[in-house]
C-alpha cells in the first residue's frame, strides 16, 4: 500500500470513527413505523448511514448493490486467472456488497478482511445463506414445524438456527419462505406454512421474531429475509419457476398477509420471487415494490433479487437485454442484485445516461447500509467471527434438545384404529423399509448445511427401547444415488434385494412399523411432482406387507401432502413424521411408545387424487355446490372421486380423546368493538393431551365472495383425563373484515357463522349478526 493511500485511509477511518463513536449506545427500535417519522428530524441511525453515503463514489455505492455467490475455500490457493479472482479483486475494489454461500469463522474472516482492510472505505460485508430450518443441527422442515401449531416452539426453533448461523460467522438468511401454497405438487411447499394466510401469518411473525430476536446488533441474532415476494406459492400446475395468474382477492386477501406480517415484525429484508404477477415478473414489478411493501407498508429493510432472477427476464421475453434488465429492476425498487451481475456491469452507465435516478441509488444503499448498522458490523466487522463460540454452539446439546422437541411437537396422528398405538410391551415388533434404515433422507431438503448422513434413524431411535424385541429389514431400495449436484433421485422399481426378509420378518411380528414416503431431496425446490403416491416400489411392499399381517403403523416421511387412499383405508394406524432433521429417529420413537402424546395438525389438506389438487379447506361456494340438484349430475363435482379430502386442513388425532360444547357468542360489536366466542372442550379419554382448538368464521354474505371457512385463531390446550376448559377468542375487525378488490380494508354489517373444534370440519356452530 502507498503512503498516500495509507494516509487516505487514516484520515477516513479517523472521520468515520468520530461520527460512528455513538452507534453502540443507540436504544432504537429497528422497525419503527412511517407515520410516526414523517415530520420528525433525521434520527442519529440515518445520520450514520448518510456519513458513509456522502463520502462513496458511484461506483462504490453500486457494489453495495452487488452480491457474489462463494466459489472457493477463501483460506486456500486460488488461480489468478480464475473467477474467483476476478471475485476477490472486486472485493477489494468496494465493488461488493454481501456473500452468499461463504460459510464457517474461517472462511468468512478472510473475506471480510479484505472487505475491511483492503478497500477505500472499509465498508463490511453481509454473509447471506439458506438457513431454511438449521444450520448444521438440522429442525424439521418449515411445514412440519407448522404442523404443531406451536408459535413459541417455532419462534425458539429460529432462534436456534439463528444461533448457531451466526457462530459460524453467518449474519443473514434467507428465510423464513412465507409463501402460500394450495398446490402440493409444488416442492417447495416444504418450506413454509401451508395452505392458510391466517396460520402462514402467525408463523411469519414467530420466525421473523425467532430470527431477529429483540435486538439485531445481538451477537446470536440474523437478519431475516421474507420470500419470495410475491405468489411465488400459486405457480401454474405446481410447476416450479412457472407462471402466476391469480385475482386481486386471492392475492390481497391469501397472499399478502403473511408478507405484511413479516413487515410488522420487524423483517430487514425481502426477496423478489422468480414468477410474474399480472404479466410482469416480479423482479421488476414496481407494484410491489414501490407501491405496496415500501409506499403503503413502510418497509425500511432492504430488497434482494433471487438468484439470477433480475437477468431472468430475458428469459421471460420482458427485458430485451442486460442493460434494460438491470434498468427495470432497479427502478421497480430492488435494492440488492443476487448472482445476475447486471447492476455491476450497468447501473453506472444507466445514472449516467439519466435512465437511472442517483435518487433510487442512494435510497438503495442507505436501506443496505443501514441494516449493517444495526447488525453491529461497522462497530466490529469481526463479531460473527469467533472461531471457540463456532466450537461451542454448533451441533450442541443446546440445538439437539431444541430439534428433538420441535420434532416431537411437529408429528400428526393421521389413524389409529383398534389402539394399535402407542405400542404395547413385550411384543415382536417388526420395524421395516429403506426409509427406517436412512441417516439422510430425513434431513430434509435445504441442508446444505448440514453434514451428511448425521440425523438420528428409525432404526437408531427404537435402540432406547428393550422392552419388545424388534427386528429390522431393510426391505426393497428405494431410489438411486443421487447426482452430486443436481440431487436427482431416480426411483428403483427393480431391485427388490431385501424384500422376502422384510416379509418374513412381518409375518412374525405382532404389529409392524413400516417407514415409507419421499426421500428428502424429492421436495423443496425444482422438485415438482404430478404423482403424489407413494414412488418407486413402496405401495407395492405395503400391500405384500399387509397381506401376511394387516398389524401395520405406517410411519410417513415426506416434504409435502401425499395422495394415499389405499393406506387409509386399509393401514389402522399412520403416523405422519414428515422430515424431523437430525433427532428424527429419537422423537418418532417416543411418539410410536407412548412417551410422547402427539398433537400436531396438518397444515395442508390432504388430497385423495392429484387430480383434485390445488384443494384446500377455505374455497369459496359455487353456484352448484356440492349437494346442490341432489339426484342430478348437475353440480361442482368429480365422477371419478369426491370433493372431499382424504384428511382436511386442521386435522390430527391425539392418544386420547376431546369433546367440544357449549358454545356461546357475545355479539355486541358495536359496543365493545369486538365478538366473543367461547366453548368448552373436555378430555374425555384416559391419557393426558394435548389439543389445538380452532375457531372458524364465515362472512355469510357480503359485497366480496367470502370462503366457506377461515381459520380467525387457534390455541394450544393441554388437559388431564377428564379435565374440562372454557376456551375464548375474541374477534376484531382485524379478523372480521377483508380485503376488496382495490386493496382496501372493510368491514361489513351481517351475518356470520363461527365454529369451534378440532380441525377445518368442525361443527359445533354458532350465528351472530355484526351491527357496527
Not at 282 to 310: H, P, T, Y
Amino acid at each position: 500500500m502507498s503512503f498516500k493511500h495509507y494516509l487516505n485511509r487514516i484520515v477516513i477511518l479517523i472521520l468515520l470513527v468520530t461520527i460512528y463513536s455513538c452507534h453502540t449506545s443507540m436504544n432504537q427500535s429497528h422497525t419503527p413505523k412511517v407515520e410516526e417519522e414523517k415530520n420528525m428530524p433525521v434520527n442519529e441511525l440515518d445520520r450514520k448511514v448518510d456519513s458513509v453515503l456522502n463520502i462513496m463514489t458511484l461506483k462504490e455505492k453500486i457494489g453495495q448493490m452487488n452480491q457474489y455467490s462463494g466459489f472457493r475455500d477463501f483460506t486456500g490457493p486460488v488461480s489468478k486467472t480464475s473467477d474467483a479472482a476476478s471475485k476477490t479483486q472486486d472485493i477489494r475494489d468496494g465493488l461488493v456488497g454481501s456473500m452468499l454461500n461463504v460459510r464457517g469463522v474461517e472462511n468468512v474472516r478472510a473475506v471480510q478482511k479484505i472487505a475491511v482492510e483492503e478497500t477505500r472505505l472499509g465498508i463490511p460485508l453481509i454473509f447471506g445463506f439458506d438457513v431454511i430450518h438449521g444450520y448444521q443441527t438440522m429442525a424439521p422442515i418449515p411445514l412440519a414445524e407448522a404442523a404443531s401449531w406451536d408459535l413459541e416452539a417455532i419462534q425458539n426453533s429460529s432462534r436456534l438456527a439463528a444461533k448457531e448461523a451466526a457462530a459460524a460467522g453467518l449474519n443473514w438468511t434467507f428465510a423464513p419462505m412465507v409463501d402460500i401454497s394450495r398446490d402440493a405438487r409444488w416442492g417447495r411447499v416444504m418450506e413454509g406454512a401451508g395452505e392458510d394466510p391466517y396460520l402462514g401469518s402467525r408463523i411469519a411473525t414467530a420466525r421473523v421474531n425467532g430470527f431477529q430476536g429483540n435486538d439485531l446488533s445481538d451477537r446470536f441474532t440474523i437478519a431475516a429475509c421474507a420470500k419470495h415476494f410475491a405468489a411465488y406459492g400459486f405457480s401454474e400446475a405446481g410447476r416450479e419457476y412457472n407462471t402466476v395468474d391469480i385475482g386481486n382477492s386471492t392475492l390481497y386477501n391469501v397472499v399478502l398477509p403473511p408478507f405484511k406480517a413479516a413487515v410488522d415484525a420487524g423483517a430487514r429484508t425481502f426477496m423478489s420471487s422468480f414468477n410474474d404477477l399480472n404479466g410482469i415478473p416480479a423482479s421488476a414489478n414496481e407494484f410491489l415494490f414501490r407501491d405496496i411493501l415500501k409506499n403503503q407498508w413502510g418497509f425500511e429493510g432492504f430488497v434482494v433479487s433471487d438468484w439470477a432472477s433480475i437477468k431472468e427476464m430475458i428469459n421471460h421475453h420482458y427485458a430485451p437485454d442486460d442493460e434494460a434488465a438491470a434498468r427495470l429492476s432497479v427502478n421497480a425498487g430492488i435494492d440488492m442484485d443476487m448472482e445476475s451481475y447486471v447492476y455491476m456491469n450497468h447501473l453506472e452507465q444507466l445514472v449516467e445516461e439519466g435512465k437511472v435516478p442517483v435518487t433510487i441509488i442512494d435510497d438503495a444503499v442507505k436501506r443496505i447500509l443501514k441494516v449493517k448498522f444495526e447488525l453491529g458490523l461497522f462497530d466490529d466487522p469481526y463479531k460473527y467471527c469467533d472461531e471457540v463460540i463456532e466450537k461451542q454452539v454448533i451441533n450442541s446439546e443446546e440445538m439437539k434438545a431444541g430439534a428433538l422437541d420441535m420434532a416431537l411437537k411437529s408429528i400428526v396422528l393421521l389413524k389409529n384404529e383398534n389402539e394399535m398405538l402407542p405400542l404395547k410391551r413385550g411384543r415382536k415388533i417388526a420395524v421395516l423399509g429403506d426409509l427406517a434404515m436412512d441417516k439422510n433422507s430425513v434431513l430434509g431438503n435445504w441442508r446444505i448445511g448440514a453434514i451428511e448422513n448425521t440425523a438420528i434413524s428409525l432404526k437408531e431411535g427404537f435402540a432406547n427401547y428393550t422392552e419388545n424385541e424388534v427386528v429390522f429389514e431393510r426391505g426393497p431400495v428405494f431410489v438411486d444415488q443421487k447426482a452430486e449436484f443436481t440431487q436427482e433421485l431416480v426411483y428403483n422399481k427393480t431391485d427388490t434385494t431385501g424384500t422376502a426378509a422384510a416379509l418374513k420378518a412381518a409375518e412374525n411380528a405382532d404389529a409392524v412399523i413400516v417407514m415409507l414416503g419421499e426421500h428428502g431431496l424429492q421436495s423443496g425446490e425444482a422438485r415438482s411432482r404430478t404423482d403424489l403416491g407413494l414412488p418407486g416400489l413402496q405401495q407395492e411392499f405395503l400391500e405384500q406387507i399387509h397381506a401376511v399381517n394387516p398389524n401395520i403403523v405406517l410411519v410417513l416421511t415426506n416434504g409435502r401432502p401425499l395422495a394415499l387412499p389405499w393406506p387409509k383405508k386399509n393401514i389402522p394406524a399412520i403416523v405422519e413424521a414428515w422430515q424431523l432433521g437430525s433427532q428424527s429417529g429419537h422423537a418418532i420413537a417416543q411418539v410410536l411408545h407412548g412417551d410422547y402424546n402427539p398433537s400436531g395438525k396438518l397444515p395442508m389438506t390432504f388430497p385423495v387424487d392429484v387430480g383434485q389438487v390445488p384443494i384446500y379447506y377455505n374455497h369459496k361456494n359455487t353456484g352448484r355446490p356440492d349437494g346442490y340438484n341432489e339426484g342430478t349430475v348437475f353440480y361442482s363435482h368429480y365422477q371419478d372421486a369426491p370433493n372431499e379430502p382424504l384428511w382436511p386442513f386442521g386435522f390430527g388425532l391425539s392418544y386420547t380423546t376431546f369433546e367440544y360444547d357449549n358454545v356461546q357468542v357475545d355479539h355486541n360489536y358495536s359496543q365493545n368493538q369486538k365478538v366473543v366466542v367461547t366453548a368448552r372442550i373436555s378430555n374425555t379419554g384416559d391419557l393426558a393431551g394435548t389439543e389445538i382448538v380452532q375457531l372458524y368464521i364465515q362472512d355469510e354474505f357480503a359485497t366480496t365472495i367470502r370462503p366457506v371457512k377461515e381459520l380467525k385463531g387457534f390455541e394450544k390446550v393441554t388437559l388431564q383425563p377428564g379435565e374440562s376448559r372454557q376456551v375464548s377468542f375474541e374477534l376484531t375487525s382485524d379478523q372480521l373484515g377483508f380485503f376488496n378488490n382495490q386493496g382496501d380494508w372493510i368491514l361489513e354489517n351481517g351475518a356470520f357463522k363461527v365454529w369451534i373444534g378440532g380441525s377445518s370440519q368442525a361443527t359445533l356452530e354458532a350465528r351472530f349478526t355484526l351491527e357496527q
